[in-house]
């Protein structure tokens, strides 16, 4: 088993800053990829970013090209969101994921992840 825990949400306004981390325990050596997705009101939860635990591969939705940035530091089992420009459409509960599979076409999915953590909230006002 793996457990997942979000910290880092808040509220801000547009413009501004969060960083988001997401703290891996358990059964971590046997997960090779780690993803945030985000979920607003009334809407499906989607791909923000992804990482590959080991190898440092990155990938990002079209919406967080350019502002966001996912990193992981293996030493503490911890994988980072750094939100920056951040807009009122990117207010959400944001999730981190993590699965076994490798590559890109697994880590951009919701539903190849089988362990998630409970989320935390941003709200980003205008």
């Known amino acids: 088993q793996v457990q997942l825990v979000e910290s880092g949400g808040g509220l801000v306004q547009a413009g501004g800053s969060l960083r988001l981390s997401c703290a891996a325990s358990g059964r971590t050596f046997t997960q090779n990829t780690m993803g945030w997705f985000r979920q607003a009101p009334g809407k499906e939860r989607e791909f923000v970013a992804g990482i590959s635990w080991r190898g440092g591969t990155t990938n990002y939705a079209d919406s967080a090209k350019g502002r966001f940035t996912i990193s992981s530091d293996n030493t503490k089992n911890t994988v980072y969101l750094q939100m920056n420009n951040l807009k009122p459409e990117d207010t959400a509960v944001y999730y981190c994921?993590?699965?076994?599979?490798?590559?890109?076409?697994?880590?951009?999915?919701?539903?190849?992840?089988?362990?998630w953590g409970q989320g935390t909230q941003v709200a980003v006002s205008s």
């Open positions: 994921a993590a699965q076994k599979t490798l590559g890109l076409a697994a880590m951009n999915a919701r539903g190849t992840y089988p362990y």
